[in-house]
Every structure is written in C-alpha cells, then in structure tokens.
C-alpha cells in the first residue's frame, strides 16, 4: 500500500526496515513529524525505538523504505548526509562528546567543519546555548572534568548549535545518576516551550506524559500504538501497551 506523504511535514519516514543478519529489528514503520511537534517513543527494550532513531539519522541504513526531508527522499542523497544529519541532530544516551576537546570545542567544530560558519560566529552561537543549559561557566573544561547530567546538557548544547529543525533523543537520561535527571529533563522541557521539534525515545512517563503533543509505543519492531499522551498512557487500546504501562503504574 503506497504511502501517503503529507505536505507539512517536516520528516516522512515511509515503510522503513532494517535488519541485523536473521533479525529483523524494524517491520515497515511509517509517520509523519510536522514542525513543532514533542513525539515520544516508549516500548520495552529490544523493540527498535534507538534503531529507528539511528536509522532516521542515518547512522544506520534502512534496507527498505524511504526518509522524506523537506520533501527530499535522504536516502537517495548521499552526498548531504553531514548537511542533513545537522539539520537533523541527534543526543545519544553516552553523550558522545569528544573526549580531547573543551567544551566550547565540543560546541564549535560541527559548526565550522559542516556549517562553514566563521569561528567568531560559531563561537558567539555556542556561547548562547551553553548559556541556555546552564554551562557557560565551564567553557575551558574537558568532559571528564563533568557530571552525566553536565555532559548531557553540554551535548544538548552543542546540537543546538547547529541550528537543527529537529532534535533526536535516544534515551538521553538513561546513563544519568538519578539525581540529575531532572535536570536534562528540565532543558528538554525548555526546549518544547520553545516550539522546537523533538523525537524523544525515553522511559521516563512523566515526560511522556506532560510533554509530548503525541506518543508511538513501539513493539516487535513496530509502532503498535500511537496517540495523544491522555489517551495512550492513561488508556492504552492494546494488550501490549496495558502490559507494558502497567510497570511504571505500580
């Protein structure tokens, strides 16, 4: 059944598969992301939420399906794949800051290296974001030298340097000591009352519940569920989802 693309959206992912040898970890999934858009991702472990999020970044590539960008299928683009994936940024669960880097380094080279942005200008956009998460103050320091949640906000910081129209988060406060999730969650927050666009795959129902203008509850491989956070969280339709909610319910 073809796929029907809507013209507002920012992001069509259409039929999307990826397998990992015999295992196939995503079945055909397909959604829309339109500008402004918070969409939570919930679903035990193993069922392809962080592949999905790999996947429309291109970290990975899909063995079927397509990636419409602003009306542009990105798989079928390979030579804008550092473009696309800044306009398309993403925040991992391990940070991935560069280790030999400062902090404001961390900030700038993206910015530099793909954006072409002078170093004054990358330097003056970095400095407002660091700002903005609370960690300008440590500009000079090395990751190492930071708590999980100071690492989270810094990486946090840096995506948004690059001016994305959409923001991925793959479980960004599962590494985190549980004191300093509220934290990252709180910049995540920000971010949404700030109208930008975020697919976040997390465990964290409060935020899901709060946040989110719509939340996929993925399952086999598939979104199994989907539907505002009133509705899915508080009265999930399937057997799965009841199962799986019930856990965070007790």
Known sequence: MAVQ???????SVCE??????????????????????????????????STLLRCINLLERPDAGRIIYR?????????????????VGMVFQSFN???????????LTGQIRVLKRCREEARKRALHFLDKVGMAPYINARPRQLSGGQQQRVAIARALAMDPDLLLFDEPTSALDPEMVGEVLEVMRDLSREKITLLVVTHEMAFARDVSSEVFFMHDGKIHER?????????????EAREFLSRFMQ
């Open 5 to 11: 693309i809507q013209e507002e959206s920012l992001l």
């Open 16 to 49: 999307l598969t990826k397998s990992f040898g015999g295992n196939k970890v995503l079945k055909g999934i397909s959604f829309d992301v339109r500008e402004n858009d918070v969409i939570s991702i919930i679903g035990a472990s193993g069922s392809g939420k």
């Open 71 to 87: 009306g542009q299928d990105m798989l079928s683009r390979a030579n804008k794949i550092n473009l696309y994936r800044s306009r």
């Open 97 to 107: 800051l560069f280790s030999n880097m400062t902090v404001m380094d961390n900030c």
């Open 227 to 239: 539907g505002r956070p009133e509705a899915l969280l508080v009265q999930p339709q399937t057997v």
